[in-house]
């Protein structure tokens, strides 16, 4: 059932936008939805002017992080056909970081109701080709201006948008992380929480000392397996076209629809994959004797992204410049945002 919204316009964009000069994330759409949950139950919900939000000092979220977001992205295809990708997945790993954050589930007909609607004030924003998305940044968070320390009573869910193009331009360099820890077995490292990126900034700043764009994580008890980069999902290529992947089980990591979307057009390519433990022992010494021959990233931001090198214990390991694995499945998916390759036809949500 569609969740009943309000609806008040926003004036049009004064200015046009250049799509070949976007920064990530810098322009807003013109409307923002919002919704606010109180006295035990999700409230009526508004597309609006986007607008500051005016909040306590106290709020909560502010002090004891009760912050999460999404990231997704919808596109026009050639013919004019508008839609979202995967907004289903999204939204159920928004309840996934909700429920590890103490934090009431957003319903599904209140989540693509308020995402059709923004969308559909915002039709403008639709870029003019598939290299260029709209990004859909939803953002939810406890409001309770209380300093006690249990969860918010109030909460915020806002969805806005951002015309975006390639997060990366080129390709990237990882630092490998050997100090600091992003997450451990049982914490928060699933969830897509704003705390999680916040940890990660420190070791942002000492990659791009050393020249790098991403952190690449090892697991927190050993520094010793692979987890995540900074802004994806990590897969290594074997010379025999084996993808390796670290795998969900451990708990520590984003389960990236990207990832998801990837590990399917692997399958369909007939691929081997392996979703497994990788020690960073074992992917130098298999890019030093040539058996990693590609490493590339997943996310949606930066969608795959092939890695140049690995920065590792003050020695940097060059990967082949040829990434024809990569390559062929970002073909592949683009091929599926295109409709020219079936993918799970519950994944192009038309708006
Ligand atoms: C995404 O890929 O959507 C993310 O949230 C990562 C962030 C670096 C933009």
Redesign the pocket.
């Known amino acids: 059932m569609p969740w009943s919204i309000t609806i008040q316009q926003a004036p049009p964009r004064p200015e046009a936008i250049i799509w070949e000069e976007l920064p990530f994330g810098r322009i807003f759409s013109q409307h923002m939805a919002v919704a606010e949950y109180k006295d035990g139950k999700w409230q009526e919900a508004r597309v609006q002017p986007f607008e500051p939000l005016s909040l306590s000092p106290g709020t909560s979220a502010l002090h004891y992080g009760q912050a999460l977001f999404e990231?997704f992205k919808a596109y026009q295809r050639p013919d004019g056909f508008r839609f979202v990708f995967r907004p289903k997945d999204h939204w159920q790993r928004l309840n996934h970081s909700a429920h590890r954050l103490s934090m009431p589930e957003v319903p599904y007909e209140l989540f693509i109701s308020l995402l059709h609607h923004l969308l559909l004030q915002e039709v403008a924003l639709f870029p003019p080709n598939l290299q260029h998305a709209i990004y859909i940044r939803p953002v939810y968070f406890a409001t309770d201006p209380w300093l006690g320390v249990r969860p918010s009573e109030t909460y915020m869910l806002v969805i806005y948008l951002t015309p975006v193009g390639p997060?990366y331009k080129d390709t990237i360099k990882a630092y490998v992380e050997t100090e600091l820890s992003r997450a451990a077995s049982g914490g928060t490292g699933t969830a897509k929480m704003a705390g999680n990126y916040a940890a990660a900034l420190l070791s942002g700043r000492k990659a791009q000392a050393k020249g790098c764009q991403v952190s690449l994580w090892l697991d927190a008890f050993q520094h010793e397996y692979v987890e995540e980069f900074s802004?994806m999902n990590v897969f290594f290529v074997q010379r025999d076209s084996t993808l390796i992947t670290p795998s969900l089980e451990r708990g520590t990591i984003l389960q990236g629809i990207t990832r998801d979307t990837i590990l399917y057009l692997a399958y369909e390519r007939g691929l081997s994959v392996e979703e497994r433990d990788i020690s960073i022992h074992e992917v130098i010494e298999n890019i030093t004797h040539g058996r990693i021959t590609e490493i590339f990233g997943t996310?949606?931001?930066?969608t795959i992204m092939p890695i140049q090198s690995l920065f590792y214990e003050d020695k940097v390991w060059e990967l082949p410049p040829h990434t024809p694995i990569a390559q062929m499945l970002l073909t592949d998916y683009k091929a599926i945002l295109q409709g020219d390759l079936k993918g799970n036809p519950e994944w192009i949500w038309p708006v």
């Not at 996310?299 to 930066?302: K, M, P």
Request: glycine share 28%.
């Open positions: 990231g997060y802004t996310g949606t931001a930066a």
